[in-house]
């Protein structure tokens, strides 16, 4: 095997695991939508990412030429879920609006001129063909959008980088290495200097950069943002589980969860514990809400009421009441969401099985 064919089965691999992550992504999104603009940043670069597999082994000059071109604007769509992924983390209670569409217009722009680009009607037959025509003059105004557009988020991330905070510049730096590795690639390829080990090289140090993003803070932005919150916070780490210990101690001895009108202002009460120190040290040492952890623990009850026969004639909304939910509505979310399956059918699968 020569060491090109080593090197293609490595991008490949990687672009098959940023799929994945992509789909990982996409799972969580219904959580925070920051996941949302991750899944598109990891979707749209393992795309690209094969599209530099199969230009370097020829695979779309011989099979598919027009498919090549329709793929390569996709990198216009990288810079935007970029941007919007920073912003929904740094702003509390970002929306997506009409206006964020403008981010995305060159993309539109450049795929269309793209398909363009190929069609071709037969004078004769009056049949479009899909032929590779190519233009010079598309090819160079695409090369300079790109590298205007990259070097506008460039210049955007370096001044965030410059009014943020260290737990921020750890996110935007491999951000800053992708778009500075963008424009030199293009540059080169353009200039026509580009060689196969430096086109290998900076393929790496790009690659590198977006799964390096991947594996920060335990593939949580929600942890990030956090970090932001309770930035002033005087409360330590060391202090975290300590006081998370007291307070599940606490609830789970005395099942305040049972209570549907049970809230943190209690639970601050009854433990002589802020409510802002409770909310940190779950936040940051489970990685839960007080919500979450109080409905999980319902959800426990639940189950186990479920299991008992001697409640398997109790309709469905009294066992809800039980186990600490104020309706059945949000007790049936709840439950799917925990354990994939409905409140009713789990009971019918659990009495079957025993």
């Not at 994945?20 to 990412?49: E, H, P, W």
Request: aromatic fraction near 14%.
């Amino acid at each position: 095997m020569k060491y090109q064919d080593l090197i293609h089965a490595i991008f490949f691999a990687a672009s098959i695991q940023g799929l994945m992550m992509a789909l990982v992504f996409f799972k969580k999104s219904k959580k925070d939508q920051v996941y949302r603009f991750l899944t598109g940043i990891f979707l749209v670069f393992s795309l690209v990412l094969l599209y530099w597999v199969g230009y370097w082994t020829g695979l779309y000059n011989n099979f598919a030429p027009a498919f090549s071109s329709i793929i390569d604007p996709l990198d216009l769509l990288l810079a935007p879920f970029i941007y919007l992924f920073l912003k929904s983390l740094l702003t509390e209670g970002f929306k997506f609006k009409k206006i964020h569409l403008l981010h995305i217009l060159p993309f539109a722009i450049f795929w269309v001129l793209s398909i363009l680009k190929f069609i071709h009607i037969n004078s004769e037959t009056g049949i479009i063909d899909i032929s590779h025509l190519g233009l010079r003059t598309y090819t160079l105004i695409y090369t300079i959008s790109k590298n205007i557009q990259f070097l506008g988020y460039l210049i955007w991330l370096v001044i965030m980088i410059r009014s943020s905070r260290k737990w921020l510049n750890r996110l935007i730096i491999p951000f800053i290495v992708f778009f500075t590795g963008r424009i030199l690639f293009t540059v080169s390829v353009f200039a026509g200097f580009i060689t196969p080990v430096w086109d290998y090289s900076l393929s790496f140090i790009i690659s590198s950069a977006v799964f390096i993003l991947a594996y920060l803070n335990h593939l949580s932005p929600i942890h990030l943002r956090e970090k932001k919150v309770y930035a002033k916070s005087s409360l330590s780490q060391n202090h975290e589980p300590l006081i998370c210990d007291k307070v599940l101690n606490h609830i789970k001895t005395n099942k305040r969860f049972l209570d549907h009108e049970y809230s943190i202002n209690e639970l601050s009460k009854e433990t002589s514990i802020s409510r802002h120190h409770i909310s940190q040290a779950l936040n940051q040492h489970l990685g839960k809400s007080f919500s979450v952890l109080i409905n999980e623990l319902r959800i426990q009850e639940s189950l186990q009421i479920l299991k008992n026969p001697e409640k398997a004639d109790d309709k469905i909304i009294n066992i809800a009441y039980q186990s600490g939910f104020s309706n059945k509505v949000s007790f049936n979310q709840y439950f799917k969401r925990t354990t994939g399956t409905s409140p009713a059918e789990y009971r019918k699968s659990f009495m079957k099985a025993s």
